[in-house]
């Protein structure tokens, strides 16, 4: 494999703790492989990965940001706020988060319940085989799905079961912006806006939700990621000049057997946006 002269920067990314695949010590051993010299661990409104990446990353001579990806609602839109450098000890942040995973197990029983009645399907089983690990999600539930032979695969699980209209929706009910922000201050997080261009907002709605995320601490939108279009990169890249907020990078990273999403990807930040890792503690992380 080749690889790139200057490490590389990864400020997202998910384990098996939530709905990524891979432990935390095998993504670590990934990222070495990858040269990634900075790397976050942010899973779904979990931090029960974070002492696990840590120590692999001291092992494999990487620079470790202890993160937690925290799911919100802003005007009945769901959008997920990224905090880097989370402090999960602070006892309000870990009740915040106790409390939104409850919300996942509750959704995720009320799916298979309505799989069983309207889709025909052991709509229970198939939910308490999907809610084992700390942060269960519907991605969980779409690979057993799969794994049952009642998909042929996670979209078309989506698209069969679990997504709008299907016979297993159930819409999510996320805290507001306010109190996820809330819990990310109190955790002495930096919080930023992730995947941003992947809202379905208006040009005008987007700015409004930024001006919102900022006058709540928020520090950052992710302005480079796997998959993002050129316009899209320009648009974001746009909003942070106009905002002058700064700019973070990250390749949301789930599965190896994805192979458009490797970590580190060739993510860069475009010319002139201030990388939140001048924020990070320590030292300066290479852009």
């Given amino acids: 494999m080749t690889q790139t002269t200057e490490p590389l920067v990864d400020l997202h990314t998910h384990s098996h703790f939530s709905d990524g695949v891979l432990s935390p010590a095998e993504l670590v051993q990934r990222a070495h492989a990858r040269n990634v010299g900075t790397l976050a661990l942010t899973d779904h409104d979990t931090t029960d990965g974070l002492a696990e990446a840590r120590a692999a990353c001291v092992t494999a001579g990487i620079r ?5 990806e925290l799911s919100a609602t802003w005007r009945g839109q769901t959008i997920h706020v990224v905090g880097l450098e989370v402090d999960d000890s602070v006892p309000g942040f870990r009740a915040h ?5 409850a919300r996942r197990r509750a959704r995720l029983a009320e799916i298979g319940a309505r799989l069983e009645k309207r889709g025909r399907l052991p709509g229970r089983e198939l939910a308490a085989a ?6 269960p ?3 969980h539930l779409a690979r057993v799905l799969v794994e049952r032979g009642h998909a042929k695969d996670t ?9 709008r209209d299907c016979a297993g929706h159930v819409p999510a009910e996320w805290p ?3 109190v996820v922000m809330a819990a990310l201050r109190e955790a002495h997080a930096l919080p930023v ?3 941003p261009h992947r809202y379905k907002l208006s040009s005008g709605a987007l700015r409004m939700l930024v001006t919102d995320f900022i006058a709540r601490g928020g520090v950052a939108l992710e302005a480079s990621m796997a998959g993002m279009s050129p316009n899209d990169a320009d648009r974001i890249a746009s909003l942070c000049r106009r905002f002058d907020i700064h700019a973070s990078l990250g390749s949301d ?4 057997a994805v192979p458009w999403n490797p970590l580190g990807r060739w993510l860069k930040l475009a010319a002139g946006l201030e990388p939140v890792t001048h924020r990070l503690q320590g030292t300066a992380a290479s852009r």
């Fill in 193 to 195: 806006l992730a995947h």
């Fill in 253 to 256: 990273f789930h599965d190896p």
């Fill in 137 to 139: 999600t519907r991605l």
């Fill in 97 to 101: 988060c106790d409390s939104v995973l």
């Fill in 64 to 68: 470790f940001v202890p993160g937690v």
């Fill in 130 to 135: 999907a809610a084992r690990g700390s942060a």
């Fill in 155 to 163: 979209q078309d699980a989506f698209d069969r079961w679990l997504g």
């Fill in 176 to 178: 507001e912006l306010d």
